[in-house]
């Protein structure tokens, strides 16, 4: 007969998990929207570059080091504010409460950005392995939405669950590079060229801004770390730290792994119902088991960092629809801010369903037409955080990392302003003024109510 010790350490261990396991869940399940990019930023980079594969590395070099150059910055952001106020805090603690509604309309307009082109994404994946659903790309991109939508009532409780998918697709990764590397399927022949790319260095720098869709999601750990209620401020910093380092090295090696592959076995612009990474594992592997794991692992992943969005995004407006204080009014309507027996507020998630429904129609379900508009809006969140810890550093006098600070501040804005160069984006950056203007009025109408600037703190901790 089992003691009542044995039978319940399965519940301790949910309740109370080691470190090391909540690290694994917390870390990879953050990491899961940058990972997740790989399956398309690259594909991105070379439709900008017209198809030459031969300026597609050191694009894609670059993007991760300014990737790892806003990581850096976050590093310091996360020992700032440890408790998880991200950008929205650092701006409003830098510049003045008002400055906080600038990234919370960014983050605000990049969830439901995620969401859409994430799904659009899932849904290429499953017509590259099953191109006999081609037809019916809109429709299958809507009813993973919807599904993905209805799963969120049930809560926040999938974390582990997004670290799983995260891991089973960095081993489908690793799996297709080996294999390409030793022993490819076959390697396409000459990659389509679709326009010119010279002079090559400022083809590259007009082409790494598309591909900073890569960097989304870098700001995660900064923010997610208010979930980690069990630790206290030095623990949640290192694991905020962490995430953030074990993202960067991760995505790094995937993404330039992938990269070198495709540039070896020479996979260009794919055709209108493949994608480029479906194309790389199938040179790498054909079309057999490796490749269904491969187009599987993808599709759940971006699933997961769809589902990711769908709990941040309305998070957010249920903290919005929340007042300050005891018996004030929110800045949002106080529908949005009611929740179900699981904590899932349900209006917010209708929401953002409608928005991403909306976006995905307008997108054809082409997700490579959403990453034109995807790296602005989260990059004015990256600009305000980095602006912000720029004051911070000024103030101490610490010269290295004011530098470091202004830097990674003026490579976001060159990154915005060749963006909204391309038109659509301008969409994107529209709504962030357009959101941060109406939360901003809504508070001065409210009486400008103190603290508003943890809100973000706030919607990650439930």
């Not at 009532?153 to 990764?173: D, E, K, N, P, S």
């Not at 993404?255 to 040179?283: R, S, W």
């Not at 990674?408 to 391309?422: E, K, Q, S």
Request: with cysteine; net charge neutral; aromatic share 8%.
């Amino acid at each position: 007969m089992a003691s009542p010790d044995s039978t319940a350490w399965p519940v301790r261990l949910l309740r109370h998990p080691p470190k090391a396991l909540l690290f694994f869940a917390f870390a990879f399940a953050v990491m899961a929207d940058p990972v997740s990019s790989v399956a398309y930023a690259i594909e991105a980079a070379l439709r900008a570059l017209n198809g030459h594969l031969d300026l597609l590395l050191p694009t894609m070099g670059l993007v991760i080091g300014i990737i790892a150059l806003v990581t850096l910055n976050y590093w310091q952001l996360v020992r700032a504010f440890p408790q998880g106020g991200g950008s929205p805090e650092a701006a409003g603690t830098a510049f003045g409460e008002g400055w906080t509604f600038l990234p919370i309309g960014a983050l605000v307009v990049d969830f439901a950005l995620t969401i859409a082109i994430s799904i659009a994404a899932a849904s290429s994946a499953v017509i590259d392995y099953i191109p006999a659903v081609a037809s019916a790309r809109i429709p299958l991109a809507l009813a993973l939405l919807v599904a993905v939508a209805a799963l969120t009532w049930f809560g926040h409780g999938g974390r582990l669950i997004f670290a799983v998918m995260t891991c089973l697709f960095i081993l489908a990764a690793i799996a297709v590079l080996a294999l390409g590397w030793v022993s490819p399927h076959e390697a396409h022949g000459a990659a389509p060229i679709t326009g010119s790319a010279s002079p090559a260095l400022v083809a590259v720098i007009l082409a790494f801004p598309v591909a900073m869709a890569l960097a989304t999601g870098t700001e995660a750990p900064a923010t997610s770390i208010a979930q980690l209620a069990q630790l206290d401020d030095r623990g949640r910093a290192r694991f905020g730290r962490g995430t953030l380092g074990a993202t960067v090295a991760i995505v790094g090696v995937l993404t330039m792994g992938l990269t070198a592959l495709a540039v070896h076995l020479h996979v260009g612009i794919p055709g209108a119902d493949n994608t480029q990474i479906g194309n790389l594992a199938e040179g790498a592997a054909g079309r057999g088991g490796l490749f269904a794991f491969f187009q599987l692992s993808s599709g759940l992943l971006l699933l997961a960092a769809a589902a990711s969005s769908f709990q941040a995004g309305p998070g957010l407006l249920k903290a919005l629809a929340h007042g300050r204080a005891e018996g004030q009014p929110g800045l949002l309507h106080e529908a949005l801010g009611r929740t179900n027996k699981h904590h899932t507020p349900v209006a917010a998630v209708g929401v953002y369903t409608a928005i991403a429904a909306a976006i995905i129609l307008a997108a054809g379900g082409q997700e490579q037409e959403l990453v034109l508009v995807y790296a602005v809006a989260v990059f004015v969140s990256f600009l305000a955080g980095l602006l912000a810890m720029a004051s911070f550093s000024r103030r101490r006098g610490a010269h290295l990392l004011y530098a470091t600070n202004l830097l990674g501040a003026v490579v976001v804005a060159f990154t915005l302003i060749v963006n909204t160069t391309r038109g659509y984006p301008l969409l994107s950056l529209a709504g962030t003024v357009l959101v941060a203007a109406f939360l901003h009025w809504r508070w001065v109408k409210a009486g400008r109510p103190r603290g508003i600037e943890r809100v973000e703190r706030e919607a990650e901790g439930g």
